[in-house]
């Protein structure tokens, strides 16, 4: 089947633009983009923080992931504007509305603290995307299907990966895409830091298609070289930032509390919003109504539950009085992280619900990846090669995971200096023979 072009009754009289700290402005030239911005279902993601508990740490880090959607959709406008001006012949013009759709509606099933949730409830953004994007009663899709019947289908499978052109997949999810791009230059902004800040401009001059894809002109691999070095940078400097997952990890205790609580029907309050995934019988519309403020009445209204563990945490988050971390090797240290976490038991903490281990890793550039394409370098005469292969930095970085393992624990276990013996009076002998374990920040 041949692509849908935009017809040109669907352009607005007039362009309207998005003031954006980031691209400077978002072009909006078409009534059925317009559309899918004012859809409810988009327009839920401006209740969605970007980063999360990120915001913990990086106290600007509050943009949210309407910003984000948006500004991929720039990305991808401009790239199909570079395509169609420059490779005419290897670029079909008529791929750009599944594209830009794609791109704008690429994080629509998002939800509140996303990864959080999705582990707890076992939900998944990507599969609740193309619910959102496929289910013929969510304005999104009534707006998509304005195009075509099929076309709901067709931009659902860009973003799944199964549309035939890799031209199109590729712009939105491989290893250097609108997406990633956008959320680099993003988060580093909005969280006050310069890691993420590479030569975007460069890129976009850089970036061609050919027919297994897209490439980058050979003379333009620094560019592409630093936006790896960056990215790298950003996932060991803020993504992986210990306070954030510490943030992360007391909310996942707090709704793991609450879940198991409400098994044993013993949860109060019972959160209206919330009660369809805690019995695991939840609609697409049930997940359209979470955002963060549902997640955070929860966190306030739980810090006067009647449970002590429930209560505690909440006021943890709450406070912002995290479980706090150190670091350990999983392949020698599994005895001693045993052993702290039955410490916690004995200072009447649940070790289930006030230690947890969390690791978090990253490979900054995989070329043998297979669900995201590897970034090819395009010499003058045609010859393709793999980034890695011409750059010694990229190639040091490939194919190893990068990050660590942390334990979480009760704050007052990491103190340098333990409470008076009076406010509680078992603490000094198990802080001391916690502490015995830990040295600079982690487990010997």
Known sequence: MKPVQFEKADRLPTEIVFKDPVHDHIHVRHQLILDLIDAKEFQRLRRIKQLGTSQYTFHG???????????VYELARKICDHFLRN???DWDDSERLVTLCAALLHDIGHGPFSHTFEKIFNTDHEDLTTQIILDEDTEVNQILRRVSPSFPNEVASVITGDYPNPQVVQLISSQIDADRMDYLQRDAYYTGVTYGKFDLS???????????????????MHAVEDYIVRRYQMYMQVYFHPVSRGMEVTLDRMLTRAHDLYRENKLAPVIPMLEPF????YTIYDYLDLDDSVILYAVLAWTKSEDRYLSELAQMFLHRQPLKS????????AETVAHLRDLVDQLYFDQNYFTMTNRSSDISYDYKLKEKAPISLFYPDGEIIDLSEASPIVESLSDNLHGNDRLYVPRELLRRTPPAQQDLPIFQDIYAEFRKHIKNGKIL
């Open 87 to 89: 490779y005419p012949e």
């Open 202 to 220: 460069r890129i976009l001059r850089v970036i061609r298609p050919y027919k297994d894809g897209i490439a980058f002109q050979y003379q333009g």
């Open 326 to 333: 150190v670091e350990f090797n999983r392949e020698k240290d």
């Open 278 to 281: 805690f019995k695991d019988d």
């Open 61 to 71: 880090a509050e943009h949210s992931r309407f910003s984000h959607s948006l500004g």
